[in-house]
């Protein structure tokens, strides 16, 4: 007799899902420890980069947000450049809106796990089913994989001390160099928005307090590429 040891469809293709989506999931935890370590290293107490990757979960607006708080900017002006830099979220929403469910709880948790790594991978995927596996199985990980990798490297942070002594003064602008870098090249439009923007904060940094600058410019970017947007884009 065969044995019940049988592999079923279903069970083959969630580990061909668990498989694929754990190279994203090791790149966000590297990711993850940099900036609990730099945030710590930095300034901020602990409990901040840790709170704020469980109840804001949203990677490059924390980097840019804890970068205004660290460069001496207000929590209004931090909190107004992460939202900026995040409302692409609310188009993503849109796109998976049917994925996710229809179940209160799985919207609220849903909406939560929206990044642009669940949403690409479970778009990617030939049918329903399989969109919502890989939706829920990607998006979970990286929840979890994220905010134990901040976790450890805010633990590691604290013990660094002196951010200078380490360069941990320059890892921010590195890290948020090496996220947007990819596109950078392969969008001439991108490469004239950011060129915009950094000439915008440059421009008005001797004039208002710090994070104001960055603030501007992504409002900047936002109203210079609204012309270039297709009438009737899918969100």
């Known amino acids: 007799m065969r044995s019940s040891h049988r592999t079923t469809p279903g069970s083959a293709a969630d580990r061909s899902l668990l498989r694929d989506s754990s190279l994203v999931w090791l790149a966000s935890g590297v990711v993850g420890i940099s900036f609990g370590a730099v945030s710590v290293a930095g300034g901020l107490p602990m409990w901040v980069p840790v709170l704020m990757s469980l109840v804001v979960y949203a990677g490059s607006a924390q980097f840019s947000a804890v970068g205004v708080l660290l460069a001496g900017g207000g929590p209004v002006a931090a909190a107004a450049t992460g939202l900026l830099l995040n409302t692409r979220t ?6 998976v809106a049917d994925i996710i469910g229809t179940a209160p709880a799985a919207r609220l948790l849903g909406a939560h796990l ?10 990617a995927q030939s049918d329903p089913v399989r969109q919502r596996r890989a939706f829920w199985i990607s998006g979970l990980g990286l929840f979890a994989v994220w905010n134990v990798g901040v976790l450890a ?14 360069g941990l003064d320059a890892a921010f602008p590195a890290v948020l160099v090496a996220l947007v870098l990819p596109t950078l090249r392969a969008d001439a439009a991108v490469r004239r928005c950011a060129l915009l923007g950094a000439a915008l904060a440059l421009a008005v940094t001797p004039a208002v307090p710090a994070g104001v600058p960055v603030l501007l410019a992504l409002a900047g970017l936002f109203l210079h590429r609204r012309p270039t947007t297709p009438r009737g884009a899918a969100a």
């Open 114 to 123: 929206v990044t642009d790594e669940t949403v690409a991978f479970a778009l």
């Open 90 to 95: 609310a188009a993503f929403s849109l796109a």
């Open 153 to 166: 490297g805010a633990a590691a942070g604290s013990a660094l001390g002196d951010t200078a002594r380490y």
